[in-house]
């Protein structure tokens, strides 16, 4: 509610298929900025789990934010991406594991919130954000399907996401922190250098059924 007090609402958002911008309709405003800005701190929060994992991410995100705001000439927003970044990355330090410091669940919240928020500012670049954040979002959206289909509570915290499932197939933390961090650093390159939608939306598909196939086979090994 604080992003619709300050007017910071999903009105539009680029088409991943063709790069046009939809415009929605004005009764979903609230509706849609509500789903984006919680899906957005969930993510955020359930990502954090191992130590530097959410707080790297969320720096990769905020240096691929900013420097698309610049790009776009953006000048009034991206110090907000940059303040982020310098945030992040400070925390960071404390962070690594074995961590001298943790956000928590207010730190993960706030977080999530200055994400969300920035990817409207930024102009609601929808495949920029899934490319950077897909990992997490996919991951979010298997837990809670695999939860439910389990009869349990989708809320309810447990062992099920995937930095999880790779740190009990024997990875060591620091291997689980650093391959998210590649591929998120990958794909919020690709996000900014390829400038048609459809390579965007290949790209989108592959890093789709690369998740969801770890995801399946780790299921199955448990």
């Given amino acids: 509610m604080l992003a619709i007090a300050a007017l910071i609402i999903l009105e539009q958002f680029n088409n991943p298929l063709t790069g046009a911008l939809i415009n929605a309709p004005w009764i979903l405003y609230v509706p849609l900025t509500i789903f984006w800005i919680t899906g957005m701190i969930v993510t955020v929060n359930w990502l954090d789990g191992l130590d530097g994992l959410a707080t790297g991410v969320a720096a990769i995100m905020a240096a691929v934010l900013a420097f698309h705001m610049v790009r776009m000439g ?131 598909a592959f890093l789709g059924v690369f998740t969801v196939g770890i995801l399946i086979h780790l299921s199955r090994e448990r």
């Fill in 74 to 204: 953006q000048y009034s927003v991206a110090p907000q991406a940059l303040a982020l970044l310098g945030a992040a990355l400070g925390f960071l330090v404390f962070n690594l594991h074995p961590a001298r410091a943790h956000m928590g669940s207010s730190g993960s919240f706030v977080l999530g919130y200055i994400l969300a928020a920035l990817g409207l500012i930024a102009g609601a670049r929808v495949a920029m954000v899934l490319m950077v954040m897909g990992i997490p979002i996919l991951d979010v959206a298997w837990t809670i399907i695999d939860r439910m289909r389990h009869g349990l509570n989708p809320g309810q915290g447990d062992r099920r996401h995937l930095h999880y499932r790779l740190q009990d197939a024997g990875l060591s933390i620091r291997s689980i922190v650093g391959l998210y961090w590649g591929v998120c650093a990958i794909f919020g390159i690709l996000a900014l250098a390829l400038s048609t939608a459809l390579y965007k939306l290949l790209a989108l």
